[in-house]
């Protein structure tokens, strides 16, 4: 729902933050019992943290950072290609 213009006020039941795949099942259950819900994100697509994306010339990239940590050659990569320590 975009509300562009508000000349009333409107309530909800809740609020969830953010479009994690989390965040979306909560917020389905807020919809399965019949509450009124607002999800904001700061982007314009849902997946949060989990949303894939385009790096070095790669589309659909998993962007979850987690998968990274027990790799050595992860690593190796974000030290020498990121300059992370």
């Known amino acids: 729902m975009r509300i562009k213009k508000i000349n009333k006020k409107i309530f909800f039941d809740f609020i969830v933050v953010g479009t994690s795949p989390l965040a979306i099942l909560q917020a389905s259950y807020y919809v399965f019992r019949k509450k009124k819900i607002l999800v904001i994100d700061k982007n314009n697509f849902i997946g ?7 790096i070095f010339g790669y589309t ?3 962007n979850a950072i987690h998968y ?3 790799s050595n050659s992860a690593l190796k990569f974000m030290r020498d290609f990121l300059h992370l320590k």
């Open 48 to 54: 949060g943290a989990w949303a894939s994306i385009k």
């Open 60 to 62: 659909n990239v998993e």
């Open 68 to 70: 990274f940590l027990p």
